[in-house]
């Protein structure tokens, strides 16, 4: 679970539109398939098109020659456009680390391949930078479905499609983490915790996570004033492949994020890495079993259903998770 709850009683301050023109911005769009290449070019279209003009865009390619190649050839004449390699293992981790070696602004800002950010996506996120305890901004992700949203997948586990769910705030608030197809982080910020931990991210197409969440955990342990705000006024639009609204991927994303949760909780430590997830499932999904058994029509029970069924299987994949650490002599 991509979680955002913090639960902290601090109230974030009221962005400063009038401090934009202080703060430089590189966005980093990070991408592995050539299957995804027209979501690509749209992603990269609405960085290219911010009501506040970015100062970098940097596309980074994982370990795909053929894309490389292919980037290369669409975007060679567009000045504002970079396209790298990741110079560091496959995955999304390093991938986002070429990014920040090679950028120049104050903010590095991240853009998922296949999410389009609307118009005033970089002057909404940058007007928080003026405070200087904010170390990390994020926003809202709404899902794209290939159609009708299917009736049996619960709101609360949108997450599972990398998307804004069900339990986050609906105002601007302080979180632990922000979504990683939506965030932005100062640069020095990210130099003095040294980046994105190999160790866990997505990997290709296999559905781990937290890369962002071990990242935001690393960033408070080492600076516990620092600030990370949600403003879901900042939005982009995160496109769901139809392959990921089966629930085949329901529950092997829901597994993978419970093995990825074990690894982040032996990096950061359980306290700080389960935190969320104990508001999370005491809070949140309750309330949803009992709203679809409230309302049993139009997939309700199968939404319910899901609910309970995704939740067993994240505990699983953690416990998993945990055990193999522990066989390997981790602990």
Not at 6 to 26: E, I
Not at 122 to 129: P, R
Not at 276 to 304: C, D, F, H, K, W
């Amino acid at each position: 679970m991509t979680l955002d709850t913090d639960g902290m009683n601090v109230a974030p301050h009221t962005p400063d539109v009038s401090a934009v023109g202080a703060v430089s911005v590189t966005v980093v769009i990070c991408a592995y398939s050539t299957e995804r290449w027209e979501l690509l070019c749209s992603s990269v279209e609405s960085a290219l098109h911010q009501d506040h003009p970015l100062d970098q865009i940097l596309l980074v390619i994982d370990h795909n020659d053929e894309l490389h190649r292919q980037a290369l050839r669409y975007f060679g004449q567009e000045t504002r456009v970079t396209v790298l390699q990741n110079r560091f293992a496959r995955g999304l981790s390093g991938a986002r680390n070429t990014g920040v070696q090679a950028s120049t602004g104050t903010v590095v800002a991240f853009l998922d391949d296949d999410a389009a950010a609307e118009p005033d996506w970089s002057h909404a996120l940058v007007s928080h930078y003026h405070d200087p305890d904010v170390a990390v901004v994020g926003g809202h992700a709404e899902p794209r479905w290939p159609g009708a949203r299917p009736s049996w997948f619960p709101e609360e586990f949108d997450w599972v499609v990398g998307c804004s769910y069900r339990g986050q705030p609906r105002t601007v608030a302080l979180v632990r983490n922000p979504l990683g197809c939506n965030m932005s982080i100062r640069r020095d910020v990210l130099d003095d915790v040294g980046g994105f931990d190999g160790a866990v991210g997505r990997i290709g197409s296999i559905p781990t996570g937290c890369e962002e969440t071990e990242l935001c955990i690393r960033i408070r342990q080492h600076c516990p004033t620092a600030q990370i705000v949600y403003d879901p006024g900042i939005r982009v639009h995160h496109y769901v492949a139809l392959e990921r609204i089966t629930s085949r991927y329901f529950y092997r994303r829901c597994y993978h994020e419970g093995r990825s949760k074990a690894v982040m909780s032996r990096l950061v430590g359980a306290a700080d890495g389960l935190r969320s997830e104990r508001v999370y499932t005491r809070t949140v999904l309750p309330t949803a079993v009992l709203r679809s058994l409230m309302n049993p029509r139009n997939g309700g029970i199968q939404r319910g259903a899901a609910v309970i069924a995704g939740l067993a299987v994240t505990a699983t994949g953690y416990a998993h998770g945990r055990a193999l650490a522990i066989a390997n002599g981790v602990r």
